[in-house]
């Protein structure tokens, strides 16, 4: 069983070759994905500026994480629930596309980035948060989060050999 | 006359991917930043500080966002300007983005820079908001159209 033959499998799937076939479900779902980027993005890009200090400074860091979290969650899950709608409807040629490949493993990295960071900089109010971890922090963050989209393009751009 | 087969972007297949990455980047910065204003007109997010303090925070890195997104938009536009000007999604964008421009430098600056009502903040950031994801929108849709 390989990668492609179970991406086809999937894609085979009554739901996502709708999505596949329909002249606006596609778009309007490929469109979704992109405003959430958008519009939710912003609110990661703000957090990372006020943890490298450039904007707000007034503004506590663990507000600004609080206040956010709810909107980058909900952001996230419209985010990622059209994306998984796109990536199924076309699995059998995403799933062996080498920049999808690197756009979930970086996925992942950012899962992990947040796991290592949440005692030292996610977390609730309490003692300062160490200059060089929110340095860290905010420019790993815009790092991974600008790959990411940038392999999201480039998924288009991959022909199978 | 202009001949867009030697523009740089369809000479490189890689300088066109990463013009449109640049587009795709600024343009969620620029957006963002906004939509966080937004937020606050709707009395959510950072309500700690005020609509006016983040337009403030916000408005340099919103115009070289802005800078970015339609310089590279031009770029991309100009490796096929006569098929990208005559198409009617591409037109229909280019209006939008100039509405969604005008509001955003003329009412919304003015309604987050003033104490207005609850209502007005709301309505402005509603229509402000819909403005944009009509500009990614009709993007996208210029794509499959």
Known sequence: MTLASVGRAIQDLRVFTAVRESAYVYPIVLSTHVACIAVFGGLIFLTNLRLLEWCLNDVPVPEMIERFRPWKQLGFVVMAGCGGLLAASKAAEYFVNPFFQIKMTLLGAIAVHGAYFRRSVYRPAGAAIPRGSAIAAAVSSLALWAAVVSMGRWIAYYDAP | ?145
């Open chain 2, 1 to 145: 006359m202009y001949d867009p087969s030697a523009n740089f972007l369809n000479v490189h297949e890689w300088a066109y991917g990463v013009t449109e990455v640049g587009h795709i980047v600024s343009m969620a910065v620029a957006i963002g930043l906004i939509a966080v204003v937004d937020l606050r007109l709707l009395n959510q997010g950072v309500v700690h500080t005020t609509a006016a303090r983040l337009l403030r925070a916000t408005a340099i890195a919103t115009l070289i966002g802005f800078v970015v997104a339609i310089t590279t938009g031009f770029m991309i536009f100009s490796t096929d300007p006569e098929r990208y000007f005559a198409h009617p999604t591409m037109r229909l964008k280019l209006v939008l983005l100039l509405v969604a421009l005008g509001f955003n430098y003329t009412i919304h600056g003015r309604v987050a820079l003033g104490s207005r009502s609850p209502a007005v903040c709301r309505s402005v950031a509603v229509v402000s908001l819909s403005l944009w994801i009509a500009v990614v929108f009709s993007g996208i849709f210029y794509a499959f159209t």
